[in-house]
C-alpha cells in the first residue's frame, strides 16, 4: 500500500516515518520548500528523540520520500493522511481550520482515482462530517474520495513510541466506510494488541479534545491545591502522590508547578470552550476557563516569587533561567511557561539569561531580546536569583555545590517541584518552590 501524508510538521513529519517503519511506501507533502528540502535530505527540523534514525534510515531505503507538489501526492497514493496545523485563529480561541480545508480541496483537485482520506489533526466537532461531503462535492466525476477520522495521542519528546505503539487507535468512519484500509495500515500495532475503538466522525474528533482537555484539568486541579497549599501549609507533591495511589485518579499528570504549555493543550481548551459556544452549549465548558486561567496564575507566582526574592537587591539584578522549551526532550517553545515567564522578566528591567540544552536557537528565535549563553555555566555566573522552568534531566540532578561559586547570591526558585529543597536549604540557599508555603 502506498500513502501519503499531506503536512510536514511534527505530526506529519512523525508520521510519515512511522508509517515508512511500518512497511509502507510514503510520500510527504508539505507546501514549505525549506521543511521538504530538509526532510529528503533526511535532516529534521526538530528535535524529537528517536525520529532522525528514523527519517534517515528510510530516506535512504526510498521508501519514505518528499514533495512540495499535490500532484505527485494525488497520483503516488490512494490512502491520504492529513496533518496540516490548526492553529488558534483568534483571541476568543476559535481553532483556524483553514490549512485543512485548503489541503482537502487542493488534493481533490488532483485525484482522479478512488481514494481514502484520513484526518489526524486536532479539529472541532463537526469538521470531519463537513469535510466528507466537501469531498463528495468537489471529487471529480468518477471517483469516490471517503472520509475518516483517525485522532493522534503522540506526546512531544515521546512521538515515536507513541506512534508505533499507541495506548489506543480511534478509528471515525461513516457507517464504517474506510475501516478495512485503516485497520490494514495499523496492522502491526493492532496484531501486538493496541486497544481500537471504531466509531462515528464525531466521537473520534471529541475522543481527542476531551483527553486534551482531561489532562489540562488535571494539571491545573493539582495547581488550584499548590495555591491553598502555598497559604495554609500543606506539601503538594505528597498531597499528589496520596490522591494518584487511588487507581481512579492516577498520580500523572498530577505534578505542580508553573503549568502546561505548548502547541496542543493551551489552544485545544481554547478551541473547545469557542466550540461549544458555537454549538449554542453556552455554560458547559465554562470550567475549562478556570483551567486556563490557573494555568496562566502560576506563571504570574513565578515571577513574583522572583521579585519576592530579590527585593532590595540593587539595580537590574540578573536572574538565571534554567529551560526554555514547554517541557523536556523538546525544542518547541510554542506557549512555553519558561519563555513566558523569562520575557515578563525581561520586561520588568531584571537581567535575564536563559539556559536550554536544546531549545535554544528556537527559543531565541522566538524571543531575540532574551541571552542564551551556551552553557549553564555562562548562564548562572553572577546571578542574582536561578530560577528552573524545565525539569530537564540535567536541572533535576543540580546540587548546591553546582552552583554555589558561580551566582552572585544564593536564590533558587524551582517552578517543577523537582529539587530536593532540604538539600537546599542546608546548603545555605534560599529556595522556593510551588506549592509550599515560605518560611517564615
Ligand atoms: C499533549 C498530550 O499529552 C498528547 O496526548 C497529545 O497528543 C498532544 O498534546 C497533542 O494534542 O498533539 P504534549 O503537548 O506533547 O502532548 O505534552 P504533554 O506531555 O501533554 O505536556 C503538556 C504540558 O503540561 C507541558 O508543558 C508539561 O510541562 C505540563 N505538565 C504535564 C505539567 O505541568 N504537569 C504534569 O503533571 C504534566
Not at 110 to 133: E, F, M, N, W, Y
Not at 285 to 307: I, T
Not at 417 to 433: H, I, K, M, S, Y
Request: glycine fraction near 10%; charged fraction near 25%; hydrophobic fraction near 45%.
Amino acid at each position: 500500500m502506498r500513502i501519503s501524508v499531506i503536512g510536514t510538521g511534527y505530526l506529519g513529519a512523525t508520521h510519515a516515518a512511522c508509517l515508512a517503519e511500518m512497511g509502507f511506501e510514503v510520500i510527504g507533502m508539505d507546501t514549505d520548500p525549506a521543511k521538504v528540502a530538509a526532510l529528503a535530505e533526511g535532516r529534521l527540523p526538530f528535535h524529537e528523540p528517536a525520529l532522525p534514525e528514523l527519517l534517515r534510515k528510510h530516506v535512504q531505503s526510498g521508501r519514505l520520500r518528499f514533495t512540495t507538489s499535490m500532484a505527485e501526492t494525488a497520483a503516488f497514493a490512494n490512502v491520504h493522511f492529513l496533518a496540516v496545523g490548526t492553529p488558534q485563529a483568534s483571541e476568543d480561541g476559535t481553532a483556524d481550520v483553514s490549512q485543512i480545508d485548503g489541503a482537502l480541496r487542493a488534493l481533490l483537485a488532483h485525484v482522479d482515482q478512488d481514494a481514502l482520506v484520513i484526518g489526524k489533526s486536532t479539529v472541532p466537532v463537526g469538521t470531519a462530517r463537513r469535510l466528507a461531503s466537501m469531498a463528495k462535492k468537489l471529487a471529480r466525476p468518477g471517483t469516490t474520495v471517503e472520509l475518516a477520522w483517525n485522532p493522534e495521542f503522540l506526546r512531544e519528546g515521546y512521538a515515536v513510541k507513541d506512534t508505533l505503539a499507541p495506548d489506543r487507535l480511534v478509528f471515525g468512519t461513516d457507517s464504517g466506510t474506510g475501516l478495512p484500509i485503516l485497520r490494514n495500515v495499523y496492522a502491526t500495532a493492532l496484531a501486538a494488541g493496541t486497544p481500537l475503538v471504531e466509531t462515528d466522525f464525531e466521537t473520534a474528533e471529541l475522543v481527542k479534545v476531551a483527553a486534551n482537555a482531561f489532562l489540562a484539568t488535571k494539571i491545573s486541579f493539582i495547581n488550584a491545591f499548590a495555591e491553598i497549599t502555598e497559604v495554609a501549609g500543606g506539601d503538594i507533591t505528597t498531597l499528589a502522590d496520596a490522591i494518584g495511589m487511588d487507581e481512579r485518579i492516577g498520580r500523572r499528570f498530577l505534578n505542580a508547578g508553573v503549568g502546561f504549555g505548548g502547541g496542543c493543550l493551551p489552544k485545544d481548551i481554547r478551541a473547545l470552550q469557542a466550540r461549544t459556544r458555537e454549538l449554542g452549549l453556552g455554560n458547559t465548558m465554562d470550567f475549562l476557563a478556570s483551567v486556563d486561567a490557573l494555568n496562566l496564575r502560576r506563571r504570574d507566582k513565578v515571577v513574583e516569587l522572583v521579585e519576592l526574592a530579590l527585593t532590595g537587591s540593587g539595580a537590574r539584578p540578573q536572574v538565571a533561567i534554567l529551560g526554555a522549551s514547554f517541557k523536556p526532550e523538546s525544542d518547541d517553545v510554542r506557549d512555553s511557561p519558561a519563555l513566558d515567564v523569562a520575557a515578563r522578566l525581561h520586561e520588568r528591567g531584571f537581567a535575564v539569561s536563559v539556559f536550554d540544552p536544546i531549545a535554544r536557537h528556537s527559543a531565541a528565535q522566538r524571543r531575540p531580546e532574551l541571552d542564551y549563553p551556551e552553557t549553564i555555566e555562562g548562564a548562572v555566573a553572577g546571578a542574582d536569583a536561578v530560577v528552573l522552568l524545565t525539569e530537564w534531566r540535567q536541572f533535576r540532578e543540580l546540587v548546591p555545590g553546582d552552583l554555589d561559586a558561580l551566582v552572585r547570591r544564593r536564590n533558587i526558585i524551582d517552578g517543577r517541584n523537582v529539587l530536593d529543597a532540604a538539600q537546599w536549604l542546608d546548603g545555605g540557599w534560599n529556595f522556593w518552590q510551588l506549592g509550599r508555603k515560605p518560611a517564615d
